[in-house]
């Protein structure tokens, strides 16, 4: 598939949905928010990239503590809503930008910081998209990469990128620990550090945030119900359909 043809379908699986996930509380709640703020602590006059920004959550939670964020993002709908919440919340210093992740329209050295949270499952090319996010970055700038994360294990990987996909057309790949650890360096950047988080997903919702179609939704049940009982305990997958994952919180610096 061509990155062009990619990207036709990224935007039309998030246009439709853009405001189901700005109301998502997968999206809307997480512990990664805390640090986040953490980390801006005393940056009152910091640049801050939300990249893949979805529906903003990361921007509306940075923004009362620094000078400026750009909420940036494929999906123009998605940005329309970023806008729309942001002056309901009162946050004049977001402003939004649209474009891929692997060509970022901004010069070098832009911004203290670039948050990237569940987006880079997206990305055409997550190693041009992390040499983008080092370019953009002010010498010593910190970046911080939040995602879905693929455990590994062949049996495991194979089964998780199975229902993403059947779930969401435009998902790329979750990648492993490993993977990211290496692309990031390759990027010329230095990791900070790395931990996991769980995140649980309820069936219903998360088919439901995505319109999956009927058939899909049909084919990752069944294959929940086919899939051998190691595979079946480490998702925790439950008898609704609802199951764990790995997430990643990965801290660069340039």
Request: aromatic letters at 8%.
């Amino acid at each position: 598939m061509t990155t062009s043809v990619h990207t036709d379908v990224v935007q039309r699986q998030f246009g439709e949905q853009a405001s189901a996930y700005l109301s998502s509380t997968v999206h809307a709640q997480g512990t990664e928010f805390a640090l986040l703020q953490a980390e801006l602590a005393g940056q009152g006059a910091a640049r801050v990239l939300d990249l893949g920004c979805g529906a903003g959550h990361v921007s509306f939670h940075v923004a009362p503590l620094v000078k400026q964020v750009v909420a940036y993002d494929l999906s123009q709908q998605m940005l329309d809503v970023v806008a729309s919440a942001a002056v309901d919340k009162g946050l004049g210093n977001v402003v939004t930008v649209r474009g891929a992740a692997e060509r970022l329209p901004f010069e070098d050295g832009e911004f203290d910081f670039v948050f990237s949270r569940y987006s880079a499952h997206h990305w055409s090319d997550l190693g041009l998209a992390l040499r983008e996010v080092r370019r953009v970055l002010k010498p010593g700038g910190v970046a911080v990469f939040i995602d879905v994360m693929s455990p590994g294990s062949p049996l495991l990987d194979t089964y998780l990128q199975s229902v993403e996909v059947l779930r969401d057309t435009s998902h790329v790949r979750d990648y492993s620990a490993g993977e990211w650890l290496r692309q990031v360096n390759e990027a010329g950047l230095q990791v900070r550090s790395h931990t996991r988080q769980r995140l649980l997903l309820e069936y219903s919702s998360w088919v439901e945030r995505m319109r999956t179609p009927e058939v899909m939704r049909a084919a990752i049940r069944q294959l929940q119900q086919a899939m051998g009982e190691e595979v079946r305990q480490y998702y925790q997958i439950g008898e609704d359909g609802s199951f764990s994952t790995d997430v990643l919180v990965l801290w660069a610096q340039r």
